[in-house]
């Protein structure tokens, strides 16, 4: 089946001139590191949303075995990607595969997307394999489905996933999606898959970051950017308070940085950014709402550190 994302991956595979594109202007003042671009089709069909939305690097999250397309993108757009892995957390040739491919490259395991609870053994295997292996691991953690039958993801983030902060202080995880947003609020409990309004302080989320030096936040998709815009009073105070331990990411799935095609896979709950590239958004918001320093280790020096990128 040709799928819209194949049919335009072929068609910007067949347009040389785009990867010979500089790396993108300081449209935003400062480069930009988008923590969590899902591996496209191509290349090309990558380069393109990066150069459409002012994007310098990306990292590629992918699944399996992808040495040789993620060696196709080194080759394509040298210095523009680094990339995380996972494989199916429910096998056991799971750790195999990761150790694999973090021998190959990959700086992180993500994202960690599976139908068991956060603090059950599939993730603790992962969590502990991430410190020997001395790479980051990044979790969507999701209790609200968005359409029927969609299932949990890493289910008992706000009750449980403390007690694993503490016991694996070596592991550095990173939060996503839409149960680690949502808990920035002190008054959630799970209602819904993004809440609006003010934000009551004192959420656990904002909590766990101030107090585990081992957590970071991605503030990809529409999860983070709904956190970062449902209350412009609370913004700016969270931003500098955690400048250190938040990382640019867009999870957009727009094919040209503009918000042209879907850029959240037609997720109905998240109509809010139909049409509109989540990266752009979301750069938009911490922009309006940071200091130039602040926004600046936000969208750059905190991946690179983070990642070790050159
Ligand atoms: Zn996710
Ligand atoms: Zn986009």
């Not at 590629?60 to 995380?84: C, H, I, N, S």
């Not at 040739?93 to 059950?120: M, S, Y």
């Not at 790479?135 to 993801?153: A, I, K, Y």
């Not at 815009?229 to 727009?254: N, V, Y």
């Amino acid at each position: 089946m040709i799928t819209r994302r194949t049919f335009l991956g072929t068609v910007a595979a067949a347009v040389p001139a785009l990867r010979l594109q500089p790396t993108p202007s300081t449209e935003w003042g400062s480069p930009v590191f988008d923590l969590h671009h899902h591996m496209r089709a191509t290349p090309a069909a990558s380069l393109a949303h990066l150069d459409g939305a002012g994007i310098t690097k990306a990292n590629l999250l992918t699944r399996g075995a992808v040495q040789d397309r993620v060696k196709a993108y080194m080759e394509v757009a040298p210095g523009r990607f680094t990339w995380f892995t996972t494989f199916d957390i429910t096998q056991s040739d799971a750790e195999k595969g990761l150790t694999q491919a973090v021998k190959d490259g990959a700086r992180g395991f993500g994202e960690l997307k599976f139908h068991v609870a956060a603090d059950g053994p599939e993730l603790r295997r992962m969590y502990a394999l991430a410190a020997d292996l001395k790479v980051p691991v990044l979790v969507h953690f999701q209790e609200v489905d968005h359409f029927e039958n969609e299932g949990t993801w890493s289910t008992g983030y706000a009750k449980t996933f403390e007690s694993m902060l503490k016991a694996y202080p070596n592991t550095t995880f990173i939060g996503h999606a839409d149960a680690f947003w949502a808990n920035i609020s002190a008054a959630y409990h799970n209602e819904a898959a993004y809440p609006s309004g003010p934000i009551t302080r004192g959420g656990i989320t904002d909590k766990l970051l101030g107090d585990y030096p081992n957590l970071f936040g991605d503030c990809s998709a529409n999860s983070g950017n709904n956190a970062l815009s449902r209350d412009p009073s609370f913004t700016p105070d969270f931003l500098t308070r955690h400048q250190d331990k938040l990382l640019m990411g867009s999870d957009c799935s727009c094919t040209d940085g503009h918000g042209a095609g879907v850029s959240q896979a037609n997720n109905p709950a998240a109509a809010r950014l139909a049409g509109k590239c989540v990266a752009r958004e979301t750069l938009t918001v911490l922009k309006a709402s940071s200091s130039s320093a602040i926004f600046r280790k936000i969208v750059w020096d905190n991946a690179r550190k983070l990642l070790d990128v050159p």
